[in-house]
């Protein structure tokens, strides 16, 4: 190894301490601070973040990837390290771009827009919210001329959250699957609808937390690389491979709630415990593509969890946690873990509807970057497209436009890849039962850890290594298509509805 190469790890160890040590910092705040404890915790994190930006994009890093980025340095580095300098580098260069001074003004800009959200949101009043949205459109449109000075502002932050995705490629995406997917949702909506009296009950909390265990565990999440802890919203946080955590919460009037939350962080703790050890740390590690990311945890959620056949194994002991269930049939089960109904809240909504949730606001974006609609006109067109697409409207903006926290703090772009990872969801269905197949099978057979090997193998072992179209082109040997998701809906739905 040489010299240059030798400091450079050092670096990145010492860059690798004050990351882990801010997200221990942000898991205590999450879950566990006392609250009078957490003003200390924000200065403590505040100091450890501003280390952390000093060290990623100090001239010293600047000199030391330069240096590495010369053939003779690089033909010597391994393909990992190959993959890390040039990743780095990318970002580095790019970090550089933006000026020091608009980088502050874009971060005041947030909070105060993140603030205020809070208080429009409870109070149902866009209107004191709209300057701040407006400012925060124009920031971001700021941000990428320094960013990504060459690619369309839209482009641009589709790019940042799944490299390689462009609205082209979104567009007849969405399309097919509102073509398709709303005359279902429509046909459902004229159906029979499951009673759904025999799940009101109490459902012991501490109950729930065993039942959270031990589905957890039979998907295949490794407890001792990870652990579980209680936040309003639930979130995964990885530190490495070694030290995946997730956290849930849990309703007492509905445990089926906490059970889909298990499962879907379930599913992204199980990427990110078995991405390549040798990973850790660096920008190889770790996925950084969100729809990627999200299709893992949808897959265990939905495609896997909201199946019959999963709770096979199973049905009989969350009946013995849960004794509520031991009076309702595996049925009645499936039909209310599949229930589809229009609604208003998209992280309440079910996987068919929450299809609308996503294009509307992925068309909502559109609207506001390319074809400059004015803000104050936001809300009416958000509630004329969930009229279009689910036949319902909102009676209020807190269950409308502003439910969402994305767009206050600044994150376009980024709702598309939820969407995106459904329908990676569907292809890679495809691809398992062709090589291990039917997964109906499978998952009556209690060989779900078979899917979640094969699952390490073909994705979760390359970390950030692979871009989406990689994965996809790799997993399922075609490019991305909504097909096998929509073909997938319709069989399932129309076997539960009878239609
Ligand atoms: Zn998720």
Redesign the pocket.
């Known amino acids: 190894m040489s010299a240059l190469s030798e400091k450079f790890n050092e670096y990145l160890k010492k860059m690798q301490y004050y990351e882990h040590a801010n997200t221990l910092i942000y898991w205590d705040m999450k879950t566990g601070a006392p609250k009078r404890g957490l003003e200390a915790l924000e200065d403590v994190t505040a100091y450890f973040s501003t280390e952390s930006f000093a060290l990623s994009t100090s001239d010293e890093l600047g000199q030391m990837l330069s240096g590495l980025s010369q053939p003779e340095e690089f033909e010597q580095l391994d393909d990992t390290m190959k993959f890390i300098v040039t990743k780095m580098k990318e970002d580095y260069d790019r970090d550089k771009r933006i000026p020091a001074d608009f980088y502050e003004e874009y971060v005041r800009t947030v909070t105060a827009s993140e603030n205020a959200w809070v208080d429009a949101k409870q109070n149902n009043d866009f209107a004191s919210f709209a300057p701040h949205l407006e400012k925060v459109i124009t920031a971001t449109r700021k941000m990428t001329s320094y960013t990504d000075p060459d690619k369309e502002v839209y482009e641009a932050l589709l790019d940042e959250y799944e490299k390689g995705m462009d609205s082209a490629t979104i567009d007849k995406l969405f399309d097919r699957m509102k073509e398709e997917l709303i005359p279902l949702v429509k046909k459902i909506s004229e159906a029979e609808k499951p009673d759904d009296s025999a799940f009101k009950s109490y459902y012991d909390p501490d109950a729930q937390r065993k039942v959270q265990k031990m589905l957890l565990e039979y998907i295949g999440f490794d407890f001792a690389r990870g652990n579980v802890a209680e936040s309003e919203h639930p979130f995964?946080l990885n530190f490495s491979s070694k030290d995946v955590r997730v956290t849930n919460h849990y309703k007492e009037d509905d445990a089926i709630d906490a059970m889909f939350t298990a499962i879907?962080?379930g599913g992204?703790a199980i990427f990110e415990q078995n991405v390549n050890p040798e990973y850790d740390g660096t920008v190889a590690g770790s996925c950084r593509y969100m729809g990627v990311?999200?299709s893992q945890?949808?897959f265990y959620e939905n495609i896997l969890g909201r199946n019959r056949n999963f709770w096979v194994p199973i049905y009989g002991k969350l009946g013995e946690l849960l004794p509520q269930f031991k009076q309702i049939s595996l049925d009645d089960f499936e039909r209310q873990i599949n229930n589809v109904r229009s609604s208003f809240i998209r992280c309440s909504a079910d996987e068919l509807t929450y299809c609308f949730h996503i294009i509307i606001r992925y068309e909502i974006e559109k609207a506001i970057f390319r074809d400059n609609v004015p803000v104050s006109e936001l809300p009416k067109l958000w509630n004329s497209k969930m009229e279009e697409y689910l036949g319902i409207t909102p009676d209020s903006d807190t269950d409308g436009i502003l439910q969402d926290t994305h767009w206050a703090d600044g994150s376009f772009g980024y709702f598309p890849s939820?969407l995106l990872g459904t329908i990676y969801d569907g292809m890679y269905l495809e691809a398992v039962e062709k090589e291990l197949g039917p997964v109906d099978r499978l998952l009556a057979d209690g060989k779900i850890k078979d899917i979640t090997k094969w699952l390490n193998e073909k994705i979760h072992r390359y970390g950030s290594t692979r871009t989406p179209a990689e994965v996809i082109r790799n997993v399922c040997g075609r490019e991305v298509s909504a097909e096998p998701i929509i073909k997938f809906f319709k069989e399932k739905y129309s076997r539960l509805y009878n239609l």
């Open positions: 995964t879907h962080e992204h990311h999200e945890s949808r939820y």
